[in-house]
């Protein structure tokens, strides 16, 4: 069963609650009777907002995605000579301004850059998806065809 189905089932047993016990302080007085419907209102707008939270805390599974760690990819760790650098976190931001600009200039590699410690940058590159094999494999195939039916 998926989370939003719970969501749903939790939120539409609350709300029945809730307009079970409102139709029953219409109908019965006493104090025993209103002190167990105000036990079952409370009870009732408990699930309701746990059952909310629960929905957007475990979002349906056609919004996850699986990380780097799951997913698979690469990291790569550079160090970074800073020594003769007066401030070496400046210097860390600035080769990683560059390598940036270089490497993935319109940002759409989905590469997160970080300095680690005072000398390092790190770099995480998610696994490319699965289609991307054949398609690199029919693009060789392709080039060598063409290259083969060129004259020297």
Do not use: C, H
Not at 63 to 73: F, R
Not at 100 to 121: A, E, F, Q, Y
Not at 125 to 134: F, I, L, R, V
């Amino acid at each position: 069963m998926e989370p939003y189905q719970v969501w749903q089932i939790v939120t539409g047993v609350a709300v029945l609650a809730f307009l079970l016990v409102w139709l029953a302080t219409q109908m019965v007085t006493g104090e025993q009777v209103k002190a167990w419907v105000g036990y079952v209102r409370r009870a009732s707008l408990i699930a309701f907002v746990l059952g909310t939270t629960v929905f957007f805390l475990i979002p349906p599974s056609q919004k996850l995605k699986p990380g780097l760690d799951l997913a698979g990819g690469t990291v790569l760790t550079y160090e970074v000579d800073t020594s003769d650098a007066l401030d070496s976190k400046e210097t860390i931001a600035q080769v990683i301004d560059v390598l940036k600009k270089r490497v993935d200039p319109d940002g759409l590699k989905n590469l997160v850059w970080r300095p680690v410690g005072t000398s390092r940058i790190e770099i995480q590159m998610p696994a490319p998806p699965k289609g991307t094999k054949e398609l690199r494999a029919a693009y060789q195939r392709s080039r060598e065809a063409l290259l083969a039916k060129n004259l020297d």
